[in-house]
């Protein structure tokens, strides 16, 4: 606690703070290595590395005696000890394969999704990734593309994926663009589904936009969704558009 750190000395900013998930091994090893290549000692990596802990990995570090450290390693091999349970909660590479694009999900939102739980997988091979992408797939036309294209990296899977995210979404301002049915359709509507009367007086506000909660429902399966419009008995003043 006595040594002041160099003047110069800036700590590094690439590194996100451990909170208590990921391998606490694999962590040590990137704070040392980042720190070292800065310039770091011994002591300089004692008085830096609680900068790096967050949430429970904080909690410990300062429930640790005072007067107990006099190197590193009387920090890095009690965290990793501690720790080592929180390995269990890290994905790995066959959890990829139960990762699938929902019914009604976008590409760009299925990559998204895929990728973030990609990046999070300690020495994910290449091959194991995109072999899980393609497979996640939903049933479809880019579906087939992929197939017929056998896309052999990640690289050119996501080129392949790029024009087809482009079609999506110019396809998705053009329905935003369209009226989706006349003034006079609207009135007769509201007169047929009356809003109904509240049964309470307060409601549980949601802290999640309710478009990303049925996102989450639909992803899961949990419910079924609707038929297609044009599925239905065909009766007069049907909204097709719907």
């Known amino acids: 606690m006595n040594f002041v750190l160099p003047r110069r000395f800036t700590l590094p900013t690439t590194l996100t703070p451990y909170d208590g998930l990921g391998y606490p091994k694999k962590y040590i090893k990137k704070f040392t290595s980042i720190m070292i290549v800065n310039g770091a000692s011994d002591k300089v ?12 990995a904080l909690d410990w570090f300062c429930s640790l005696p005072a007067g107990s450290i006099s190197r590193f390693r009387d920090i890095s091999k009690p965290f990793e000890e501690h720790f080592a349970g929180s390995a269990i909660y890290v994905h790995d590479s066959d959890y990829l394969n139960t990762i699938k694009q929902g019914q009604h999900e976008s590409l760009r939102d299925y990559m998204t999704r895929f990728t973030k739980i990609a990046m999070s997988i300690p020495d994910l091979h290449p091959k194991v990734e ?17 197939a017929v294209a056998k896309p052999k990296t990640m690289a050119e899977f996501r080129e392949k994926a790029k024009g087809q995210i482009d079609i999506e979404e110019l396809q998705k301002a053009q329905k935003i663009e369209k009226p989706h049915y006349r003034e006079n359709n609207r009135t007769r509507d509201n007169k047929k589904n009356p809003k109904p009367a509240s049964q309470y007086e307060s409601y549980t506000q949601f802290n999640t936009k309710c478009d990303d909660i049925i996102e989450e429902i639909m992803n899961s399966k949990l419910i ?18 719907k």
């Open 130 to 146: 995109l072999h899980a992408i393609k497979s996640g797939l939903r049933l479809g036309k880019f579906q087939k593309t992929i």
């Open 224 to 241: 079924k969704p609707p038929r297609k419009a044009d599925s239905y008995p065909d009766s007069k003043g049907t909204d097709r558009s």
């Open 45 to 56: 990596l004692c008085r830096c590395f609680p900068s790096y802990l967050d949430d429970p």
